[in-house]
């Protein structure tokens, strides 16, 4: 049974995003966990959730950072008021949570809210 699709826009000549295609890309590049086996499992299962989750909350920071730029030209408000430092401190945080290898820390922290991991620094 294939993935269902869920990202794709009419006309879009990119590939269709599946769950397991954004896992797989979530993934690439990170750091092996470190753990007993049992850790690793389950740390690697709650870091890919925690990072797509991040790319998202990343993606709808950005958006409301594009219209908040916009508002100067128009009566456009964004639902969330968001400033290019707020992105870019997101960002870094993000890049931050990447390269964390502790498998305990993922599997203790997968049930924190994104917004705050992500307002963390010193991870």
């Known amino acids: 049974m294939s993935d269902p699709v869920i990202e794709i826009g009419p006309g879009d000549n990119e590939s269709p995003v599946t769950p397991r295609s ?3 890309i979530t993934e690439v590049g990170l750091p092996e966990l470190q753990g007993s086996p049992e ?3 389950r740390g ?3 870091r890919t959730a925690l990072l797509m989750k991040a790319d998202d909350y990343l993606t709808e920071l950005r958006t409301n950072g594009v ?3 916009s ?3 128009t ?3 964004s639902p969330q008021q968001v400033s290019h430092e707020q992105v870019l401190s997101a960002q870094a945080a993000l890049n931050d949570l990447r390269h964390l290898t ?4 993922w599997i203790v ?15």
Do not use: C, G, M, Y
Not at 109 to 123: F, G, K, W
């Open 22 to 24: 954004k896992q797989a």
């Open 39 to 41: 850790q690793v499992a």
């Open 44 to 46: 690697r299962d709650a």
């Open 67 to 69: 219209l908040t730029d």
């Open 71 to 73: 508002q100067r030209d």
């Open 75 to 77: 009566d456009i408000v």
């Open 102 to 105: 502790d498998a305990e820390w």
């Open 109 to 123: 922290h997968a049930a924190d809210p994104i917004e705050q991991l992500l307002q963390t620094s010193n991870l």
